[in-house]
């Protein structure tokens, strides 16, 4: 008897299989920061400055080639971005055990799917009764690129096509946790450049990236652009190096919910959006204020998509798990920093940490906690939601702006009362505010608009793409040239 598979069907069936192989041989096959199943990774120096001449020589190539020829070699790198995508998503999963395998997936096709090509560059021409001025958008040069554990090979990928779109060569000087996953991506682009007939080595990294890496590449003369994507530290480092940089920081997206809102909508979406790879994108959703009329009805609708829900007791226990405190001489908590070891990591997991043990379709844990948790204060990136009750409009807006620390980076609300949505959104001042979806619509991921995993708030580029990467140079040509 035939079988009528629909294209669809077809599709998740393919999924399923190439998932399983790749997770299966990239647990099965060796791999480290230099190699993959046997395979050299090309474009990895033991030595920065080597990783970044070998980057100049690549930007001389890109400055050679014609953007016709660029976009070609874009194009592939988008296509081995496709194919390769479950085997970066499983390698990264393996190597920094955050995240997860099928959101890291989509993820990686997202970058080949909306991540600007040559096309983001764009002439202006201006002319009057003086002639004709041109405005064009340049390449820097080497740019040093800095990327983190939570979105490693993706972020690699998607800083290479905008900065080669923009003519750039890249060094990078990835997260030491994901070294091997964000340099199988840089061997993945140099593959693509040998498919075209481009350089062997068109963007480079270091074998093993340290503080010293980076101040190597913050100091060389060929850098002439810094992109930092990462927490405040780094951020702060990048930007009081000297040079032109680009920083992309840390964020605690807010959720407003009033009570004009679709509550069942806003309940999946809000757990949707938290829970995509673990909460480890740096527009998840952190904390949720709620009105206290609906607040119930949010909970219910929660713990209809996956949800464990703590009391504040075990809130309380589960806070000093996930966090560790700092403390200063006299022995005074000062701040809290994350437990590496719970960043990404699934709600089940989370919970077993505290000898609660649940199915594998609980996959957020929520609390109802006061405004000071640090449920809501501290950027956790695991799955787990501080739900806080509000009066109003007034006092939500308050508490969330407060609880966003002013990085402006990201923020979300569900509501059909526009006076409400207008205020928040210009109350909090962030990059990215996403109205009655998952934060993950903010990255075009069932949103309009291109997708970065750089987004750069505190320097104001804000979703990067390949213009960002770009210096303005003027052109004059006086009294002529014009054709009316
Ligand atoms: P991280 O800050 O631990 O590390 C980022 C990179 O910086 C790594 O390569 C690390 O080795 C390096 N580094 C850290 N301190 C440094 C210093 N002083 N000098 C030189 N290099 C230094 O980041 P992570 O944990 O991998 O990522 C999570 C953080 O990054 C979160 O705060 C998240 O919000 C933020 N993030 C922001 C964006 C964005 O687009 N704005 C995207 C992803 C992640």
Redesign the pocket.
């Known amino acids: 008897m035939a079988i009528n598979w629909t294209e669809a069907q077809i599709g998740e069936i393919v999924a399923a299989v190439l998932k399983e192989v790749s997770t299966e041989s990239v647990a099965s096959c060796k791999w480290d920061s230099t190699s993959y199943c046997g395979r050299k990774l090309i474009g990895i120096y033991a030595d920065m400055n080597d990783a970044i001449a070998a980057a100049n020589e690549g930007y001389k190539a890109v400055r050679a080639m014609s953007v016709a020829e660029r976009e070609k070699l874009i194009t592939v790198i988008r296509e081995m971005t496709r194919e390769e995508a479950s085997i970066m998503a499983a390698l990264g999963v393996a190597e920094t055990k955050m995240g997860r395998v099928d959101h890291k997936t989509a993820k990686h096709i997202l970058v080949a799917d909306k991540t600007p090509g040559t096309e983001d560059i764009r002439a202006e021409a201006m002319t009057g009764d003086d002639g004709l001025t041109l405005t064009e958008m340049a390449p820097f040069g080497v740019v040093g690129s800095?990327?983190?554990?939570?979105?490693p090979s993706e972020?690699v990928l998607c800083n290479s096509i905008g900065m080669i779109a923009a003519g750039n060569g890249v060094v990078f000087?990835?997260?030491?946790?994901?070294i091997a996953t964000s340099n199988y991506a840089v061997d993945l682009i140099n593959r693509a450049s040998a498919k075209v007939g481009g350089p062997a080595v068109l963007v480079a990294s270091v074998v093993k990236?340290t503080?010293d890496t980076?101040?190597t590449m913050y100091k060389s003369p060929l850098i002439r652009l810094l992109v930092?994507?990462?927490?405040?530290?780094?951020v702060?480092?990048?930007l009081s190096s000297g040079k032109k940089a680009i920083g992309?920081?840390?964020?605690n997206p807010p959720v407003i919910v009033d009570d004009t809102a679709d509550i069942a909508k806003a309940a999946k979406d809000i757990i949707d959006g938290c829970t995509f790879d673990n909460n480890l994108?740096?527009i998840a959703e952190k904390e949720v204020f709620v009105f206290e009329n609906v607040a119930d009805e949010l909970i219910s609708g929660m713990m209809r998509n996956g949800c464990y829900k703590l009391t504040l007791d075990q809130a309380n226990a589960l806070a000093s798990i996930v966090l560790d405190e700092v403390k200063d001489e006299s022995g005074r908590v000062v701040k809290h920093v994350v437990n590496r070891n719970c960043?990404g990591r699934d709600a089940k997991v989370l919970l077993a940490k505290m000898g609660i043990q649940v199915s594998d379709d609980i996959r957020c844990i929520i609390a109802e906690v006061p405004f000071e948790h640090l449920f809501v204060q501290e950027?956790l990136?695991m799955p787990i939601l501080g739900i806080v009750r509000v009066k109003n409009i007034d006092e939500a807006i308050d508490l969330a702006c407060k609880a966003e620390h002013g990085n402006r980076?990201t923020a979300h609300m569900h509501s059909k009362n526009i006076d409400n949505l207008s205020r928040f959104a210009k109350a909090v001042e962030t990059t990215i505010f996403v109205k009655n979806a998952p934060s993950y619509a903010g990255i075009g991921f069932g949103g309009e608009g291109h997708t970065?995993?750089?987004?750069?708030?505190p320097t104001g580029e804000g979703l990067t793409s390949a213009r960002s990467f770009t210096r303005r140079r003027r052109c004059v040509m006086a009294d002529s040239f014009r054709i009316i």
């Open positions: 800095i990327t983190p554990s939570t979105n972020t000087n990835p997260h030491p946790n994901a990236p503080m980076a101040q930092c994507t990462g927490g405040p530290g780094v702060r480092a990048v992309a920081g840390a964020g994108p740096c960043v950027e990136m980076h970065t995993f750089t987004i750069a708030g």
